[in-house]
Every structure is written in structure tokens, then in C-alpha cells.
């Protein structure tokens, strides 16, 4: 009897030793980003997927309304000592990233690493453009997500009742398709529409192997000079201001973040024929043109054919690792970080929103006709299984089926790697960029000349940067 007692005891001593280890709590991992719409539902049902397979991590979203919001929330929980583990940031707040002192390089927390937990970190699988962004100082500084560029929308249906046989691919061949359109019975209002969003200025003006700022785009060194003034940017202007005053650019008025509705509005309502826009929402403007009886074609975004084409830059945002977490928290960041971008995840994350397939493997993937199945045993989101165009390009290569998906990507693929295609990187970008599309304001609206108008812009532009530079430089 007593040999058994012993027994028992010495089990429920064990027993109690075990327990805590069962009962131990997932370490929780916190990722705020600045979507609140169907990108944030994909990103907690990739949570939820991410959790089931690594038990040892919670990793938990929070979605807030705009990337200024996400900054603000992120400043103050910095002051509290609470700032999240993963933070998304736009591309063009990369300088105010780096000089925050809230974040390290992804590549400084990966060290020598080539797996974290089993997934591999492969940078070199990601597409050109995006390695030339994110790599400053030789090293990877944040995750890339959701990356765009600019393209071109068209209402194929109008450009074949006016004859255009091709879609324009040069700012001259516009002028020429614009001609026939604008002439023919039945003509829409206007031509074209773009958003006055200073991100477009920066487009045309890479596409010129021309750059932003000195210090080949603030990539050498700090950029402390704002460049945009020159021939190239005058020639963005002028050539707008052209099209306006020949009454083939429809401008609302709407500067920057608020010009977006507008071009929505013009193009999907058919008074416009053609459409600069955003790659990420290839696919809401080609599933709404295909719902209201027109057909939607995605094209290079067009140059101007008097200095020719080098490249287009990319645009959206990035996920950026706190410094300062815990090992367990860090290691279950990157983790998510690299599950999260991994090749079906890519693939997946490009078909819900129209966002670029940032991944090589993943642009292979999606040329081959196992795209579902290997999307699916990757835990394929509710919000992709039931996408009406990803159940009809079941069982086929994805973009055979879907060929507006791919043009982002190919335009970016045959973009000449430059300081001017890297895009730049400066502080106080996005006051700068107010600054940038106020001047095309003006010479749209007034008779002020091109040339005038961007040189003052980038005066004013100057202090701004100027300003930031001797708070913020180290």
C-alpha cells in the first residue's frame, strides 16, 4: 500500500511538472496594418492559418482606416513602450521608418538565418524592382507586401467603335487615339483621367531616367536636393497641360489621396475612355467593367516617346519589424513575415486585390495550371476559394485566363534597374508630394507656365526637406 502512495505521488508530481509546459500560452505577435476593407479579412484569415500551423504563436491584426492613422497610433505606442511587433508603412514614409529608431532591418534580425522555423527566407525570389527598393545600405530593411505601379485602364468597347487599333503606348499615341475618340458619334465626355497623386509625377519622371532628388534619389547618400524641376518634369506638365487644353484630360480638381474616387468615378461610368490607376485595383476594374457590359484592358502605363522608356517604379507598402522585441516575439514576426510572403501566399494575395505577384516562383506558379491546387494546400483563404474569376480559371493557367493581372508585373520585369527606377527615398515625402501636385494643379487650372510653376515647387519643396533633414538626420 504504501509502495503504491509512493507511486501516485511521485505521478502527480510529474504530472504537475508536465502541465505548465501544455498550458503555456501562445507567444502573441501583434501586426497593425492600414487596411480595414476584404485586404484586412484576408490578412485574419492568413492569421488564423498562420496560428494553427505554428501553435506556439498568436498572431493577432489590427486594421486601421489610413496609413496617417497607422503612423499616429505607431508614434504613440512608441512613447508607451507598447509598439506592435510588425507595422505596415507606404513606400514613401521609407525615410521616416529609418530615421524613427523604431524599427531594424529585417536583414540585421535574420542574421546569417536561412529558415526560420522551417520557412525559407529565399530574397532572391523576389522580382527585381522590389530587391532594388528595399535594399538600402546593402540590406533588406523591411518586408515587401503590397506592391503596385501604374498602368492603364482602357473601355476597349469605345476604342474599337473610334477606330484606335491599338491601345496607346506612347503620350504621342494618345494625342492620336484621343483625336479619333473624341471625334467620333457618341464620343465620351473626355479622353483620358489620371489621379493627381504626386506618385504619378514620380512614375513619368523614372520612365525618363530622370530623378527626384540628388544623391541618385537619396539611394548614395541623404538626399537633400530636390532634382524633379528639370526637363524631364516640365515635360510632364507641359504634356498634361496640353491634353487639358485640347479637352482630352478630364482633372476634377482632387489633389492626392481624394483624386482616386475621381478617376473611379469617370472611368467606370464611361465617361472616360482610358484610366491611369493603380495596379491593385486591376481587379475590381476589370471585374466592374466585365458586370456592366464593356471590356476592360490593362496596359504599360504610357512615356513620353521624346526621350523614351527606362522604367516604372513601385509603389504601395511594406511591413516593418519593431526593434527591441523579445527573441520568442522576433522569431515569431519574422516567421509570419516569411509565411506570409511565400510563394502561394503571393500568388493568392495578387488575386484577391490586383496587387503584384511579388515573387518570381509566384509569377511561375500562376503560369501553370496546379496554381489552385498548390494555392489551396497552402490554406487558401475563404475570400480567394470563392473569387468568381479564381473559380473560373480552375483547372487552366491563371493568367491565360486573367492576362490584365499580369501587366504590372511584366512592366516592372522590363524596367532598367537606375537610381531613377529605384525610386526615391527622402523625409517628408509625402508633404512634398502636396507640394508636387499643387504645381500641376496650377497649370491646369491657370496660364501660369510649366517650367515656372515646377521651379518654385521644387524651391518650396526644398525648405521642406531642408526642415525635416536637421530634425530628423542623425
Not at 536561412?114 to 518586408?143: H, K, Q
Not at 474599337?160 to 487599333?165: L, N
Not at 522585441?325 to 511565400?342: H, I, K, M, Q, R
Request: with cysteine.
Amino acid at each position: 500500500m504504501r509502495k503504491m502512495l509512493v507511486f501516485y505521488l511521485a505521478l502527480v508530481i510529474a504530472l504537475l511538472a508536465v502541465v505548465p509546459a501544455f498550458a503555456q500560452e501562445p507567444t502573441e505577435v501583434k501586426v497593425w496594418i492600414a487596411f480595414t476593407d476584404n485586404r484586412l479579412d484576408w490578412a485574419n484569415q492568413k492569421a488564423a492559418a498562420f496560428n494553427e500551423k505554428f501553435p506556439q504563436y498568436n498572431v493577432v491584426i489590427e486594421g486601421y482606416k489610413s496609413y496617417e492613422e497607422l503612423f499616429a497610433a505607431t508614434a504613440l505606442a512608441a512613447e508607451q513602450g507598447a509598439i506592435p511587433a510588425v507595422v505596415q508603412y507606404f513606400e514613401a514614409a521609407t525615410q521616416v521608418a529609418r530615421d524613427s529608431g523604431y524599427f531594424k532591418p529585417i536583414a540585421e534580425a535574420l542574421g546569417d538565418r536561412t529558415e526560420v522555423n522551417g520557412i525559407p527566407v529565399n530574397f532572391d525570389d523576389f522580382i527585381g524592382p522590389v530587391s532594388a527598393y528595399y535594399t538600402l545600405d546593402g540590406l533588406w530593411t523591411s518586408m515587401p507586401w503590397n506592391t503596385s505601379s501604374a498602368i492603364m485602364f482602357s473601355n476597349q468597347n469605345i476604342l474599337d467603335a473610334a477606330g484606335v487599333e491599338a491601345i496607346p503606348a506612347t503620350w504621342a499615341e494618345m494625342e492620336a487615339a484621343c483625336e479619333k475618340i473624341m471625334a467620333m458619334e457618341g464620343a465620351p465626355e473626355y479622353c483620358f483621367t489620371f489621379p493627381n497623386h504626386g506618385w504619378f509625377f514620380e512614375q513619368w519622371l523614372a520612365q525618363q531616367n530622370a530623378t527626384y532628388a540628388n544623391n541618385d534619389n537619396g539611394r548614395a547618400a541623404r538626399a537633400t536636393e530636390l532634382t524633379f524641376s528639370g526637363d524631364a518634369g516640365v515635360n510632364i506638365l507641359a504634356w498634361l497641360d496640353d491634353m487639358a487644353s485640347k479637352g482630352y484630360l478630364y482633372y476634377s480638381g482632387a489633389q492626392g489621396g481624394a483624386s482616386w474616387s475621381t478617376v473611379d468615378q469617370s472611368f467606370l461610368s464611361q465617361q472616360t475612355a482610358m484610366a491611369m490607376y493603380s495596379s491593385s485595383d486591376t481587379a475590381i476594374y476589370t471585374n466592374t467593367g466585365r458586370e456592366n457590359g464593356f471590356e476592360v484592358v490593362a496596359s504599360f502605363l504610357p512615356y513620353n516617346d521624346e526621350t523614351g522608356w527606362t522604367g516604372n517604379l513601385i509603389g504601395g507598402a511594406s511591413l516593418w519589424l519593431a526593434d527591441g522585441l523579445s527573441p520568442e516575439v522576433e522569431d515569431g514576426a519574422l516567421t509570419f513575415l516569411l509565411w506570409l510572403t511565400n510563394t502561394e501566399n503571393a500568388a493568392e494575395w495578387h488575386q484577391v486585390t490586383g496587387y503584384i505577384a511579388i515573387r518570381e516562383s509566384s509569377i511561375e506558379l500562376l503560369n501553370t495550371e496546379g496554381w489552385y491546387d498548390a494555392i489551396e494546400a497552402n490554406g487558401g483563404s475563404e475570400l480567394w476559394a470563392k473569387d468568381p474569376a479564381v473559380q473560373a480559371s480552375k483547372g487552366k493557367a491563371w493568367y491565360a485566363e486573367n492576362p490584365n493581372f499580369i501587366v504590372a508585373a511584366d512592366q516592372l520585369a522590363r524596367s532598367t534597374i537606375t537610381p531613377a527606377t529605384q525610386g526615391v527615398i527622402l523625409g517628408a515625402f509625402p508633404a512634398i508630394r502636396n507640394v508636387v501636385t499643387g504645381a500641376i494643379d496650377t497649370v491646369l487650372l491657370t496660364d501660369e507656365d510649366p517650367a515656372a510653376v515646377l521651379t518654385k515647387a521644387a524651391a518650396d519643396a526644398g525648405v521642406i526637406l531642408e526642415e525635416y533633414n536637421l530634425i530628423s538626420a542623425p
